[in-house]
């Protein structure tokens, strides 16, 4: 992966060290992010709630994700008689896909032969903008697809939600490109060997924060699934695998957004003593509590107050926090 | 640089066939019934009346546009924040303008409504 | 072959099968939803030129954002797929020549001109060099982009609303 | 490397489509995903243009970057003008517009 830029490997021996690295994150996605994640958003919601949560599959309930997985493995694969069964196929594969990329971009630790990251590209902040706008087109497939107006309704919710939170998020990561001059996001933790920018911006920590909620479709701002309205909004018609990789899109992209604050906020890897690999995991999860613990926080917004948050709140707030900041820095400078 | 694309190509094309296998185990392995209201559209139990193909409200649309404008004036963004630190105080007072102008569309689409939800 | 090659030829063909599915496809939402592998087949080519930073524009403002948009007006609209509708007028046939003669008309120029090579390298960072040239050479492009795009937020806005 | 011509050749043949979608449509959103296309294309050119003619300078890259912003606003007025017309005619389909016509 990342380790030493050996520049004249053979071409075969790239290709199999590419192929490693996606099988080596699709799985821990899949078993880190996905199972343990919804596991955890299980045992957290429980003892939350006061009771336990899962307990007979496994010690404490630990097979739990495992069992579920076998059984949807043999759930009936149903296509609706209505559905546009090509539109309905493919978006099971394009949501789940858009939210891998991401990890592209994410360092997860630092080894002796340099970061340990799928690959450090150029432009890592704006990839990681772009491969997760590409979410809304699945989202939309899935809501069109269906033919189900439950189904319809979530898409069209969780499409303008989610683009009206892309602009706001957008604004947190220039300020962030802007401290540290490059939009490489191992230079970005780099620079964060003083201070971590969630102190010295945690207007914009916050701003990313709620943006990356907001994105991954989570309670508060839930009302593209609101069980209780829309059944499970665009995902209402897929059974068995197929909802699995909805599950793992979902999953898989909210581990990706809290990373990415890990990364760009809170120093990514580093941390004194421990290893930095450890370090890590330690703050992802910090984050992933921090995201179920607003899941029982807080109520479900309406939608126009979820705009109205957006647009008359966020995006004139992070606005001014970029001017704010670039006045500093160019203060500072001089 | 290319390497590193080539490694991002291999990651999606990778991705996508381990994302598909379990597309294919369910194929193989999952029950088919041919009981014909498996297949109706899910409302709740009660039979669906017509197509969920239907019109809906221009809403969606107005924000979306909103969107897509800020969006693209946010791009522009990116490249200036990578130079600001090495830039003088000029790259501010551009921004600023930039910044400026933008802001003068939100007052308008605020004012005439279009952030309105109603 | 080298691996740029197979890389160009592979990408050309997702763009030019997706793009005649656009064209051709009777239902239009298919239409808009191939729209999305071949908006990232033009993102492939351009990281092939060594334009990465265009590249993630392509992806963020194309495929992010105005297949959206097209989503969303084709879902407001006409509501289902077209199918119902006559998706094609009466000009097919000549359409289709006329397409055909300027297509080839723009391949006989191109492979017949000797295109000259300039000297140099690309820049290793283009979003560097592309902010860089906006804080000089480009500034006016800077600030007019704006001012495009707040008059046509105005005039899509007063189009797009309900009169009262 | 691939040379020049076959990038060109590419953005001519993805013109061409873009074009028969704009003369042959009759659904108004069909022919703006067609004027898409034919930007496309030129980017591509443009791009292009921008390693193989001069690539000591970005200008290539930022005028493709202008054309991509001019696409969205186009986008946005233009479908936004389909759903105007849309609303007080009720049609989509071009040739069916035809108020001004005598």
Same mark, same amino acid.
């Given at each position: 992966?990342?380790?030493?830029?050996?520049?004249?490997?053979?071409?075969?021996?790239?290709?199999?060290?590419?192929?490693?690295?996606?099988?080596?994150?699709?799985?821990?996605?899949?078993?880190?992010?996905?199972?343990?994640?919804?596991?955890?958003?299980?045992?957290?919601?429980?003892?939350?709630?006061?009771?336990?949560?899962?307990?007979?599959?496994?010690?404490?309930?630990?097979?739990?994700?495992?069992?579920? %997985?076998?059984?949807?493995?043999?759930?009936? /694969?149903?296509?609706?008689?209505?559905?546009?069964?090509?539109?309905?196929?493919?978006?099971?594969?394009?949501?789940?896909?858009?939210?891998?990329?991401?990890?592209?971009?994410?360092?997860?630790?630092?080894?002796?032969?340099?970061?340990?990251?799928?690959?450090?590209?150029?432009?890592?902040?704006?990839?990681?903008?772009?491969?997760?706008?590409?979410?809304?087109?699945?989202?939309?497939?899935?809501?069109?697809?269906? /033919?189900?107006?439950?189904?319809?309704?979530?898409?069209?919710?969780?499409?303008?939600?989610?683009?009206?939170?892309?602009?706001?998020?957008?604004?947190?990561?220039? %300020?962030?490109?802007?401290?540290?001059?490059?939009?490489?996001?191992?230079?970005?933790?780099?620079?964060?060997?003083?201070?971590?920018?969630?102190?010295?911006?945690?207007?914009?920590?916050?701003?990313?924060?709620?943006?990356?909620?907001?994105?991954?479709?989570?309670?508060?701002?839930?009302?593209?699934?609101?069980?209780?309205?829309?059944?499970?909004?665009?995902?209402?018609?897929?059974?068995?695998?197929?909802?699995?990789?909805?599950?793992?899109?979902?999953?898989?992209?909210?581990?990706?957004?809290?990373?990415?604050?890990? %990364?760009?906020?809170?120093?990514?890897?580093?941390?004194?003593?421990?290893?930095?690999?450890?370090?890590?995991?330690?703050?992802?999860?910090?984050?992933?509590?921090?995201?179920?613990?607003?899941?029982? %926080?807080?109520?479900?917004?309406?939608?126009?107050?979820?705009? /109205?948050?957006?647009?008359?709140?966020?995006?004139?707030?992070?606005?001014? /926090?970029?001017?704010?900041?670039?006045?500093?820095?160019?203060?500072?400078?001089? | 640089?290319?390497?590193?694309?080539?490694?991002?190509?291999?990651?999606?094309?990778?991705?996508?066939?381990?994302?598909?296998?379990?597309?294919?185990?369910?194929?193989?392995?999952?029950?088919?019934?041919?009981?014909?209201?498996?297949?109706?559209?899910?409302?709740?139990?009660?039979?669906?009346?017509?197509?969920?193909?239907?019109?809906?409200?221009?809403?969606?649309?107005?924000?979306?546009?909103?969107?897509?404008?800020?969006?693209?004036?946010?791009?522009?963004?990116?490249?200036?924040?990578?130079?600001?630190?090495?830039?003088?105080?000029?790259?501010?007072?551009?921004?600023?303008?930039?910044?400026?102008?933008?802001?003068?569309?939100?007052?308008?689409?605020?004012?005439?409504?279009?952030?309105?939800?109603? | 072959?080298?691996?740029?090659?197979?890389?160009?030829?592979?990408? *050309? #063909?997702?763009? $030019?099968?997706?793009?005649?599915?656009?064209?051709?496809?009777?239902?239009?939402?298919?239409? #808009?939803?191939?729209?999305?592998?071949?908006?990232?087949?033009?993102?492939? @080519?351009?990281?092939? $030129?060594? *334009?990465?930073?265009?590249?993630?524009?392509?992806?963020?403002?194309? *495929?992010?954002? @105005?297949?959206? &948009?097209?989503?969303?007006?084709?879902?407001?609209?006409?509501?289902?797929?077209?199918?119902?509708?006559?998706?094609?007028?009466?000009?097919?046939? @000549?359409?289709?020549?006329?397409?055909? *003669?300027?297509?080839?008309?723009?391949?006989?120029?191109?492979?017949?001109?000797?295109?000259?090579?300039? #000297?140099?390298?690309?820049?290793?960072?283009?979003?560097?060099? @592309?902010?860089?040239?906006?804080?000089?050479?480009?500034? &006016?492009?800077?600030?007019?982009?704006?001012?495009?795009?707040?008059?046509?937020?105005?005039? #899509?806005?007063?189009?797009?609303?309900?009169?009262? | 490397?691939?040379?020049?011509?076959?990038?060109?050749?590419? +953005?001519?043949?993805?013109?061409?489509?873009?074009?028969?979608?704009?003369?042959?449509?009759?659904?108004?959103?069909?022919?703006?995903?067609?004027?898409?296309?034919?930007?496309?294309?030129?980017?591509?050119?443009?791009?292009?243009?921008?390693?193989?003619?001069?690539?000591?300078?970005?200008?290539?890259?930022?005028?493709?970057?202008?054309?991509?912003?001019?696409?969205?606003?186009?986008?946005?007025?233009?479908?936004?003008?389909?759903?105007?017309?849309?609303? +007080?005619?009720?049609?989509?389909?071009?040739?069916?517009?035809?108020?001004?016509?005598?």
């Amino acid at each position: 992966m990342g380790l030493a830029e050996a520049a004249a490997l053979p071409w075969y021996v790239e290709l199999w060290r590419a192929i490693a690295g996606t099988v080596l994150i699709f799985s821990g996605v899949a078993v880190v992010a996905a199972m343990f994640g919804v596991l955890l958003e299980r045992k957290i919601s429980g003892w939350m709630q006061s009771r336990l949560g899962p307990k007979h599959v496994g010690p404490q309930g630990l097979l739990q994700t495992i069992a579920d %997985t076998i059984k949807l493995l043999q759930k009936e /694969n149903i296509v609706p008689r209505n559905a546009d069964a090509t539109i309905f196929a493919s978006a099971v594969l394009v949501v789940p896909l858009a939210a891998l990329l991401d990890y592209v971009v994410i360092p997860f630790g630092t080894t002796r032969w340099g970061p340990l990251i799928f690959r450090d590209l150029n432009i890592g902040v704006l990839y990681f903008a772009a491969t997760s706008s590409l979410v809304v087109v699945g989202i939309l497939m899935a809501g069109w697809g269906s /033919n189900n107006k439950y189904a319809l309704i979530g898409g069209l919710r969780s499409a303008s939600q989610m683009v009206s939170y892309e602009i706001p998020m957008g604004l947190a990561l220039i %300020t962030v490109a802007m401290l540290a001059g490059s939009l490489s996001t191992v230079k970005i933790v780099d620079a964060q060997a003083g201070w971590w920018y969630a102190v010295e911006q945690p207007l914009a920590f916050l701003i990313f924060l709620i943006a990356a909620v907001a994105e991954v479709n989570r309670v508060p701002f839930d009302l593209v699934e609101a069980e209780s309205e829309l059944v499970a909004g665009y995902f209402s018609e897929y059974t068995g695998m197929r909802f699995a990789l909805f599950q793992l899109g979902e999953y898989g992209e909210m581990f990706a957004m809290a990373a990415m604050a890990v %990364t760009l906020f809170l120093g990514g890897w580093r941390g004194p003593v421990l290893p930095p690999v450890l370090w890590f995991v330690i703050k992802l999860y910090a984050l992933i509590f921090v995201f179920m613990w607003v899941r029982w %926080t807080y109520p479900r917004f309406r939608i126009d107050q979820l705009l /109205n948050f957006a647009w008359k709140v966020l995006i004139p707030v992070g606005l001014l /926090n970029l001017v704010v900041t670039a006045f500093f820095v160019m203060v500072v400078h001089r | 640089m290319l390497l590193d694309w080539g490694y991002v190509a291999i990651f999606a094309i990778v991705g996508t066939l381990l994302a598909a296998m379990p597309l294919l185990v369910i194929w193989l392995i999952s029950p088919r019934s041919d009981y014909p209201q498996k297949f109706e559209t899910y409302e709740s139990g009660v039979p669906a009346i017509g197509q969920a193909w239907a019109q809906f409200n221009v809403r969606y649309y107005l924000f979306s546009l909103v969107f897509v404008v800020f969006d693209v004036e946010i791009i522009y963004l990116y490249p200036w924040a990578v130079v600001y630190r090495k830039a003088g105080p000029v790259a501010f007072y551009d921004m600023l303008v930039f910044l400026a102008i933008l802001t003068l569309g939100l007052v308008y689409a605020w004012r005439k409504g279009a952030l309105e939800w109603v | 072959m080298t691996g740029e090659a197979i890389a160009f030829y592979g990408l *050309a #063909a997702v763009i $030019l099968v997706s793009g005649l599915v656009v064209v051709s496809s009777p239902n239009i939402v298919h239409s #808009a939803v191939a729209l999305v592998p071949a908006f990232l087949g033009i993102t492939g @080519i351009y990281i092939l $030129l060594g *334009a990465e930073f265009v590249a993630g524009i392509q992806v963020l403002i194309y *495929a992010g954002a @105005i297949t959206v &948009l097209v989503l969303f007006v084709i879902m407001l609209t006409e509501g289902g797929t077209g199918l119902r509708q006559r998706q094609r007028n009466e000009q097919g046939p @000549i359409g289709a020549s006329v397409a055909v *003669a300027i297509a080839v008309l723009l391949i006989a120029g191109v492979t017949h001109t000797t295109w000259g090579r300039g #000297a140099g390298t690309l820049p290793a960072y283009t979003p560097g060099a @592309i902010g860089q040239s906006f804080l000089g050479t480009n500034l &006016l492009v800077f600030e007019g982009t704006s001012l495009v795009l707040l008059v046509s937020l105005i005039g #899509a806005i007063i189009i797009a609303r309900k009169e009262e | 490397m691939v040379p020049l011509a076959d990038y060109l050749v590419l +953005s001519a043949v993805v013109f061409a489509l873009g074009l028969y979608a704009v003369v042959t449509r009759r659904n108004g959103v069909a022919i703006l995903m067609g004027i898409e296309l034919m930007l496309n294309a030129a980017n591509i050119n443009l791009v292009a243009f921008n390693k193989y003619a001069a690539p000591g300078a970005v200008q290539g890259q930022i005028f493709a970057l202008i054309v991509i912003t001019l696409a969205a606003c186009e986008a946005a007025v233009g479908l936004a003008l389909v759903l105007a017309a849309y609303r +007080s005619l009720e049609t989509i389909h071009v040739d069916e517009i035809n108020l001004m016509r005598w």
